[in-house]
Every structure is written in C-alpha cells, then in structure tokens.
C-alpha cells in the first residue's frame, strides 16, 4: 500500500510547476483530479517541446500528469461549479497555481474552501508571493532563473547563463508536495487544516542557499573561472574538460596529486592549497590542454584507482546504455485510457526496497467527469 492511498486531490494547476507537485503526490498513491478547462484544458496540453506531439498533444503534459484523472470544468458555469464544490468538500488537498486572486475571483480560495472543509490542506504556487510590486508578475522559469541571480553561477567568465530545464517550475513543485506532507502529517495528529504557499521567487532564492550565505558573509559576487567553469565557488581542477575522444569530469582534487597521475610538469609548480582557487584560471587553462592529449577512458583508467573523483560525460543515448543506469529502472511504460503507450520516468523514492510504479498514463481532456459525476450523485 502506497502512503497516500486513499487520500484525495483536488488540483486546479497546469503548466508545470503545480502539476509536477500533483504528480509526485499521485506517485505516494493519492488519487489527483485534475480541474480543467472544457475544449482547451490544462495550457500545458499544447506546450510542445522541439514540436514533440504524442497521441496529439504535447510530450511536456504527458510527462508530467500521468498518473492522473481528468475532470472538465467551467468555473464561470453555475452548473459546473456545484459539481467542482462537490469534490472540494470530499478533498484532503486543493491545490492551484494561479496568480494571486485569481481563486479569490473564482471562489474557490482557501478561506472559501475552509469554510465548508475545515481539515483541508490548501497548496498554492505563486511567481513572486502575494504581497509586494512584483505579485502580479507572470511565474515565468526563465524569468525568475533571471531575476534571482541564478544565471550568473553557470558558464563561463561572461554573459549569465540559464539552466537547460525549467529548474524553478520543478524546484517549486517539489517544496509545494513537502510543505502539503508535512501539513497532512499535522492534519492526521492535530486535525487541523493548513495554507501551504511556495513561490518561485523564494524556491529560486533558495537553491542558492550556499552561494547566497558566503555572500552575506564576504559581499562579493560570485566570479566563474574564464573557461572549464562548473562552480563560481569552488576552485581547480572542479569542471569539465575535453579529451581527445570526448569529455571528463573532474571535481575536487590535488592539483600535486594530479600533477603526478597525469604526468603534467606544467602542474607541477602549484603546490599550495590556496593557489587552486586563487590561480584556478591557469591551473584549469593548463588542465584543459594537457587532457586532449589522450582519451577518456586513458585518463579515467589513471584517476580512478587513484580515488580521484572524475567521470564519464554522457549524453542520454550513452547513459542509458551503461549497466549503471539500467540496474536503476528509472524508465517505465504507461499506457493512456485510448491504449497509447509511452514511456517516461518514474518516481525517484523508494519506499521500504520497493520501487513507487503506475501503468496509468496521461488523461485524455474529461476522460473521467462522468465517473467523478456519478461518484458525486452517490
């Protein structure tokens, strides 16, 4: 038996940050209805990555609401709003990700909901909280990886870089599913319900709890090194290098040390600890040449019994290949209600040995309001 079994969510979410925190709860076993919009549904259903379609939507909403149930509803529609009500009151979570006021409009607020569901766990992600001149902001990924500093730590020595995935959709999903466990924690001790708000803006700040302490202490900006960067807070040998057949990743280390292993004379003058940091722009310069004179697996046959820390870089098509990875079984199949199958990965936790499964993909736009109407009739 999953956790959440028999536990019920209500989620009027889309995009991708409050969806990716229905769907780790539907993998703790909580059964997620998803609220959405009769014709178009959840945005999300026409975000298409690089023009991927699967079944005739987006790859994006298919990754992301499997495991799921569809509920069609106009919440401008009397009618449909009753039938919305209905599962509110029966609901152990509501969640959305609208901006603020928007549920206020709508009436299907916290304080609303509370009103005839005491014990409710009200989730809600916002882009920049709800108070302050930026609450009406759009919730953007790329935006608040900008505003936050974020992109100012990847790359190197020039312009800000983002990150290659909506890291801050996915950052603040994970610390809306924490705050909403921990409230139904509460809730099954004290009885109580509870407002859980997240917003990108402080899940962004967040991430950078480390970098962001050793500026308060010393108040200076992060400088990356001027090539090879992987860390603006760390100093050599730490980032990745060409080789002759490929790359490699190096993290901390010796400087003498590696100096010895690869046979690298160049290295040899840098022998005191601070110099790796305070010298890392030539130490990684001379690094970067010295490791396209051989191959990977050379280097790695070298660093490795030597328990230097270094790695492989793989692309997807070569991880998935390694015995590493498929020992993992991070990939699952799942099939949609019309038979469509697909796959994608599962949930990382483990509970007990086991691993948290679900054949059950993706749900077509209102696959499930007439099974949900005649649960609410009865």
Same mark, same amino acid.
């Given at each position: 038996?999953?956790? @959440?079994?028999?536990? @019920? ?24 209805? #998803? ?70 409009? &709508? ?9 005839? /569901? ?6 809600? =992600? ?26 100012? &730590? ?32 509460r809730r099954s001790v004290k009885g109580e319900g509870a407002l859980?708000?997240?917003?990108? @803006? ?26 090879? /960067? ?27 040390q590696l100096a010895q292993l690869l ?6 003058? $840098? ?9 890392? *722009? ?25 328990? =230097? ?13 390694? *015995?590493?990875?498929?020992? @993992? ?12 199958? $697909? ?27 007439? #099974?949900?109407?005649?649960? =609410?009739? /009865?």
């Amino acid at each position: 038996m999953k956790p @959440l079994e028999d536990y @019920l969510v209500v989620d009027f979410s889309q995009f991708l940050s409050g969806p990716s925190a229905g769907l780790r709860l539907a993998d703790l076993g909580a059964r997620v209805i #998803k609220i959405e919009r009769p014709e178009t549904g959840d945005i999300c259903r026409h975000l298409y990555t690089s023009n991927v379609i699967m079944n005739g939507e987006s790859s994006v909403f298919h990754a992301i609401n499997r495991n799921k149930e569809s509920f069609t509803a106009d919440l401008k529609n009397e009618a449909d709003r009753q039938q919305v009500w209905e599962l509110v009151k029966k609901a152990d979570v509501v969640m959305h990700n609208y901006r603020p006021g928007v549920m206020e409009r &709508l009436g299907f607020d916290y304080e609303s909901i509370k009103a005839v /569901n005491p014990e409710v766990v009200y989730g809600e =992600i916002s882009g920049y909280g709800d108070v302050g001149p930026w609450k009406d902001k759009p919730g953007q990924d790329l935006l608040l990886q900008s505003l936050t500093g974020l992109t100012w &730590l990847s790359g190197n020595d020039g312009g800000p870089v983002p990150m290659g995935l909506s890291i801050i959709d996915m950052l603040a999903g994970t610390h809306l599913a924490q705050g909403i466990l921990a409230c139904l924690v509460r809730r099954s001790v004290k009885g109580e319900g509870a407002l859980v708000q997240v917003s990108m @803006l402080e899940s962004a700040y967040d991430l950078q709890f480390e970098a962001v302490t050793t500026y308060y202490y010393d108040g200076l900006l992060p400088q990356r090194t001027e090539k090879n /960067n992987a860390h603006a807070y760390l100093g050599a040998p730490y980032g990745i290098y060409k080789t002759a057949d490929g790359y490699m990743a190096l993290a901390m280390g010796s400087i003498p040390q590696l100096a010895q292993l690869l046979k690298c004379n160049a290295l040899l003058p $840098y022998t005191e600890v601070a110099q790796a940091f305070h010298q890392r *722009d030539e130490i990684k310069a001379i690094l970067a040449d010295h490791l396209q004179s051989d191959t990977t697996e050379s280097w790695l046959s070298v660093l490795q019994p030597a328990d =230097i820390w270094c790695a492989e870089v793989f692309n997807w098509d070569t991880l998935m290949q390694q *015995d590493g990875f498929k020992a @993992l079984n991070m990939v699952q199949e799942v099939q949609m209600q019309d038979g469509y199958q $697909y796959q994608t990965t599962r949930c990382p936790i483990r509970i007990d040995g086991e691993l948290l499964t679900s054949a059950k993909g993706s749900p077509a736009l209102g696959q499930d309001t007439d #099974k949900i109407l005649q649960e =609410i009739k /009865n």
